[in-house]
Nanobody, 112 residues
């Protein structure tokens, strides 16, 4: 059974940073690209970032490019999203994503 468990969300001031983590299990983590998706209140899901399984290369949406970085630790079945220079518009529930599978999400709130 695929399980994705996010952590690291919280309340942060504008300009602050957070590091999200996603612990994955139930599949061969090193064989799959992983991603992050977010959903703000009252809005549809927005793809944020993705990273290849076993070769260099990651992708960021224009809205977070230059501020967010995705990384993974295949030995620990974990993918991270480092978020810097956070803005109020980054407020959303953040989900780890593997194809049709999503975690339960971790809330990120950026507010002064």
């Amino acid at each position: 059974e695929v399980q994705l468990v996010e952590s690291g969300g919280g309340l942060v001031h504008p300009g602050g940073s957070l590091r999200l983590s996603c612990a994955a299990s139930g599949f061969n983590f090193g064989d799959f690209d992983m991603g992050w998706v977010r959903q703000a209140p009252g809005k549809g899901p927005e793809w944020v970032s993705a990273i290849h399984s076993d070769r260099p290369g990651s992708y960021m949406s224009n809205s977070v490019k230059g501020r967010f970085t995705i990384s993974r630790e295949n030995a620990k079945n974990t993918v991270h999203l480092q978020m810097n220079s956070l803005k109020p518009e980054d407020t959303a529930m953040y989900y780890c994503n593997l194809g049709i599978y999503w975690g339960q999400g971790t809330q990120v709130t950026v507010s002064s």
